[in-house]
């Protein structure tokens, strides 16, 4: 045996790369030892084997697939280098984005959650409020059946998913639901007129409307889903004596839901309902 060569073991403590990844690799083509003893099927590698393992950990450390660093290993050149690196740094830019929209998901989380955990204190107050204007993500508009049956509704909701799905919108803030001016003065309250998330503010969560900037009739309740009918009750009432006028939409959103709350009686329904004086 010529003095270059080292045995499995040498080599993977050498390189980093495992004695089990080692023959991983050697499986499929990838790094293969330059000699395997006929009498003990021990592996050994050559020290010049080195820079090839250390190819495949760097590509392998910004997440490459291996039949593409196999692909590469066949033909490297400085030209294929960055063109492979550009590739490559497209993907990470995207799981950044990807990364960063889970932290704002994360801050909303806690932001909306943290509201409920005061809005349960007084939970029976009702609230005027002037409001900024809050970027949301608006889902496709929904036909005049939307809630003529749960299950349906469901269905429409699926849809909304798979709307986030195709614009690379992760799923995990809470469902927002839009009631109509139109519908709220004909006093329906069960047919959401869009889906939609709310990011807290400041969020780079992609967003493509806006929640308008103005007076806001604001209440809670503990409700499940579906069940906002006595808080919306609530609210008109609230709107009558104060003499105001509905100008806009009624905006639902659930401080507390399934993920924060085991029993659906406990959700907490927030509605916010676009007036003028």
Not at 71 to 79: K, N, T, V
Not at 130 to 145: K, V, Y
Not at 183 to 201: A, C, E, N, Q, T
Not at 238 to 262: P, R
Request: aromatic fraction near 10%; proline fraction near 4%; glycine fraction near 6%.
């Amino acid at each position: 045996m010529r003095s270059n060569h080292m045995k499995i073991s040498e080599f993977a403590q050498v390189t980093g790369i495992t004695r089990k990844n080692l023959i991983f690799y050697d499986k499929i083509g990838l790094l293969s030892p330059t000699r395997v003893d006929g009498q003990n099927n021990y592996r050994y590698y050559t020290y010049q084997q080195i820079d090839t393992a250390n190819v495949i950990t760097v590509l392998r450390e910004i997440d490459m697939p291996l039949k593409e660093i196999k692909a590469y290993l066949c033909g490297r050149s400085p030209e294929k280098m960055i063109c492979m690196l550009n590739r490559q740094k497209e993907i990470v830019q995207e799981k950044i984005k990807m990364l960063v929209q889970i932290s704002d998901m994360l801050d909303t989380r806690i932001d909306l959650t943290q509201q409920g955990i005061d809005a349960e204190r007084n939970i029976d107050s009702i609230a005027l409020k002037e409001c900024e204007a809050t970027p949301i993500l608006l889902g496709p508009e929904l036909p005049a059946d939307a809630n003529n049956h749960l299950l349906k509704g469901w269905y429409y909701l699926l849809d909304f998913y798979e709307f986030c799905r195709k614009n690379k919108v992760i799923r995990g803030l809470p469902t927002g639901i839009i009631i109509s001016h139109a519908d709220l003065m004909k006093g329906i309250y069960l047919h959401p007129s869009y889906y939609y998330y709310r990011p807290v503010s400041g969020s780079s969560y992609p967003n493509n409307a806006q929640k308008p900037r103005g007076l806001y009739v604001i209440g809670q309740e503990q409700a499940e889903y579906g069940r906002g009918s006595n808080l919306y009750n609530r609210l008109l009432a609230y709107i009558k004596e104060a003499g105001l006028t509905i100008c806009g939409n009624a905006y639902e959103e659930y401080l507390f839901d399934e993920i924060s709350t085991m029993d659906s009686g406990q959700y907490l329904l927030q509605i916010a309902i676009h007036v003028q004086k």
